[in-house]
């Protein structure tokens, strides 16, 4: 079993920056894939970045690569999506989930609660 818990959404301005945690509990968070994904009303989750638990391979969306960064921190059980040059179509609630499947499979087992990021115009 694995709890997630985001933090560090807000609002920010078009063009600024903000960074995104995740903090999962219980031992095994170094064996897990991690990934963000976002969702906006009335369509279902979104794949935005993950991050492997085997080599540290990161996979993007179209949509985010170039701007968004994930990274983990595995002593701490932390996984983190720094987020630049936002745009209000990056606008969306911010969930991060565990898999022990590959970061683009779409089947992940756990996920956190969602933290709500705002990019205003």
């Known amino acids: 079993q694995v709890q997630l818990v985001e933090s560090g959404g807000g609002l920010v301005q078009a063009g600024g920056s903000l960074r995104l945690s995740c903090v999962a509990s219980?031992?095994?968070?170094?064996?897990?894939?991690m990934g963000w994904f976002r969702q906006v009303p009335g369509k279902g989750p979104e794949f935005a970045a993950g991050?492997?638990?085997?080599?540290?391979?990161?996979y993007y969306a179209d949509s985010v690569k170039g701007r968004f960064t994930i990274s983990r921190d595995n002593a701490k059980n932390t996984v983190y999506l720094q987020m630049s040059s936002l745009k209000p179509e990056d606008t969306a609630v911010y969930y991060c989930?565990?898999?022990?499947?590959?970061?683009?499979?779409?089947?992940?087992?756990?996920w956190g609660q969602g933290t709500q990021v705002t990019v205003s115009s």
């Open positions: 991050i492997s638990w085997s080599d540290g391979t990161t």
């Open positions: 219980g031992r095994t968070f170094s064996r897990y894939t």
């Open positions: 989930a565990a898999t022990r499947g590959t970061a683009t499979s779409g089947e992940y087992d756990y």
